[in-house]
């Protein structure tokens, strides 16, 4: 059973359109992240929340919203999406580190990969 | 600010061959490091990772990483390669403080012939 799970798998959209990809989890983890992967550039970070109050902007945030529902869910909204939005999308949680710290390993959903024409 | 680099994107072993994998980085202050897998259709797993102590790292299905402070290297080695070790594996590393900016490799995806 996956722990944190993403809907849709995939989806295929229009330029213009607005579009939701989600995220739950059952970790229990407070950390939640949304990354891209695009082939040959690795992983890059869109948004990142610490809790369900708390929404920081990552590398790649412009074009992205994100919304924290509750502890478990945390959702990324393509407002008007483009073709170059074209990706893999991946959620992932972490916890708290010990004593604050921030080395612990972040854990994956499967990815939405999303095709904007 | 850290940066990682995967020398090659691709790699090709026989099966039973070493796994060499090589992950160089660039940070400031002590790194955390990271090695994860990603296997067709799916998202990133943890294969190991350091953060302090011991040097030479063990991780899940016979991997292992050596943290190279003079050499800013983390390579990942496995002594023979599976056939089920074909997959996509990115280095990663992460600092204190940096509110868990992980900053990734490029990925370098592992061929094994059989």
């Known amino acids: 059973d996956a722990d944190v799970t993403q809907t849709p798998r995939n989806r295929i959209t229009k330029t213009g359109k607005r579009i939701m990809l989600e995220c739950s989890q059952t970790?229990?983890?407070?950390?939640m992240y949304w990354y891209r992967q695009d082939p040959g550039l690795g992983l890059q970070l869109i948004y990142y929340?610490?809790?369900?109050?708390?929404?920081n902007k990552g590398e790649i945030s412009d074009g992205y919203s994100v919304s924290r529902q509750a502890q478990a869910k945390f959702s990324l909204s393509l407002e008007s999406a483009i073709p170059n939005q074209t990706a893999l999308y991946f959620c992932?949680?972490?916890?708290?580190?010990?004593?604050?710290?921030?080395?612990?390993?972040?854990?994956f959903g499967n990815g939405t990969r999303l095709t904007v024409t | 600010a850290q940066s990682v680099t995967q020398l090659g994107s691709h790699v090709s072993v026989s099966e039973g061959a070493l796994v060499l994998l090589r992950c160089n980085y660039s940070?400031?202050?002590?790194?955390?490091l990271f090695w994860y897998v990603q296997y067709p259709n799916q998202g990133l797993q943890l294969l190991l990772k350091?953060?302090?102590?011991?040097?030479l790292v063990k991780g899940i299905n016979g991997f292992e990483a050596e943290f190279k402070k003079s050499e800013t290297s983390f390579h990942l080695t496995k002594p023979s390669a599976h056939m089920s070790d074909a997959a996509e594996y990115f280095c990663?590393?992460?600092?204190?403080?940096?509110?868990?900016?992980?900053?990734f490799g490029t990925g370098t995806k592992l061929q094994v012939i059989p």
């Open positions: 992932a949680t972490s916890e708290e580190g010990l004593q604050g710290t921030y080395n612990s390993p972040l854990h």
């Open positions: 970790k229990g983890h407070d950390r």
């Open positions: 929340s610490f809790d369900v109050k708390d929404i």
């Open positions: 940070s400031s202050v002590p790194p955390y």
């Open positions: 350091y953060t302090t102590g011991a040097t």
């Open positions: 990663a590393v992460t600092v204190e403080k940096s509110y868990q900016k992980v900053t």
